[in-house]
């Protein structure tokens, strides 16, 4: 079963998690967005969302 390693959820997991705040998105379009490594700054704000992230550290 594919899965993201940095966040221990796999992809389909995290479909549901994103569906759950309203953020559609299919598995196969997010597998590609996370191995390309190219995505927008609001799909990652959505996945921290959608993950229950409270908290960012940057720097």
Not at 11 to 30: C, S, T
Not at 52 to 58: D, F, I, K, P, V
Request: glycine share 6%; net charge positive; aromatic share 6%.
């Amino acid at each position: 079963m594919p899965y993201c390693p940095t966040a221990l959820v796999t992809y389909a997991q995290l479909v549901e998690k994103l569906d759950a705040i309203g953020a559609e998105e299919k598995e196969v379009n997010i597998r590609n967005k996370l191995a390309r490594g190219k995505f927008t700054a609001a799909f990652l704000l959505q996945c921290l969302a959608a993950l229950g992230t409270q908290t960012l550290h940057l720097g």
